[in-house]
């Protein structure tokens, strides 16, 4: 394949990723869907400012969160150039109940990998739970649309603790 083809068809997939609507079940997590600004605050005074993309992939059975920092300042122990991908799915129930619930997956360049299953308590909140079964932590992950401001919280709960700690928050705008 040419170079030129290549890249043309490189565009227009990246363009159908883009514009491909929210199927059914991915309906309640439409407000995510596009990019926004970031202003995080984190751990020993960190703070740093980015942005983030949702959007739709694979033919809309995918929604992807890719971000991109802007800059960093915390101390020399934090990781200022933090990567992260979060997955979004759907996973039949059995055929007694065939529901398309809603799990996330997410990878970053420190080697965590985070499963999730998704509910979306009202129209403008999602929460990413990680199972409470599993050793070590369990994790949540909460994204909350104000008017225009998207809001977020990282947050940890250590076994047979009954609190919620924040690790990172963040809010910003839609581009």
């Given at each position: 394949?040419?170079?030129?083809?290549?890249?043309?068809l490189?565009?227009?997939?990246?363009?159908h990723?883009?514009?491909?609507?929210?199927?059914?079940?991915?309906?309640?997590?439409?407000?995510?869907?596009?990019?926004?600004?970031a202003?995080?605050?984190?751990?020993?005074?960190?703070?740093?400012?980015?942005?983030?993309?949702?959007?739709?992939?694979l033919?809309?059975?995918?929604?992807?969160?890719?971000?991109?920092?802007?800059?960093c300042?915390?101390?020399?122990?934090?990781d200022?150039?933090?990567?992260?991908?979060?997955?979004?799915?759907?996973?039949?129930?059995?055929?007694?109940?065939?529901?398309?619930?809603?799990?996330?997956?997410?990878?970053?360049?420190?080697?965590h990998?985070?499963?999730?299953?998704?509910?979306?308590?009202?129209?403008?909140?999602a929460?990413?739970?990680?199972?409470?079964?599993?050793?070590?932590?369990?994790?949540?992950?909460?994204?909350?649309?104000k008017a225009?401001?998207?809001?977020?919280?990282?947050?940890?709960?250590?076994?047979?603790?009954?609190?919620?700690?924040?690790?990172?928050?963040?809010s910003?705008?839609?581009?």
């Amino acid at each position: 394949m040419k170079p030129f083809t290549a890249a043309l068809l490189l565009l227009s997939l990246t363009t159908h990723a883009q514009t491909t609507p929210a199927s059914a079940p991915f309906q309640p997590l439409a407000f995510l869907t596009g990019t926004w600004t970031a202003s995080a605050q984190g751990p020993s005074g960190t703070t740093a400012i980015g942005t983030y993309t949702f959007q739709f992939e694979l033919a809309g059975h995918i929604l992807a969160r890719h971000s991109a920092s802007a800059a960093c300042k915390g101390p020399a122990s934090f990781d200022c150039e933090h990567g992260d991908l979060l997955y979004i799915y759907t996973e039949t129930t059995p055929p007694a109940a065939p529901i398309q619930a809603l799990h996330a997956i997410y990878f970053d360049n420190e080697g965590h990998v985070i499963h999730y299953n998704v509910s979306t308590p009202d129209p403008t909140t999602a929460i990413f739970l990680s199972d409470a079964a599993q050793p070590g932590p369990q994790f949540r992950l909460i994204y909350q649309l104000k008017a225009s401001t998207m809001s977020g919280k990282f947050q940890m709960r250590m076994p047979n603790q009954p609190d919620w700690t924040s690790y990172l928050e963040w809010s910003g705008t839609k581009q």
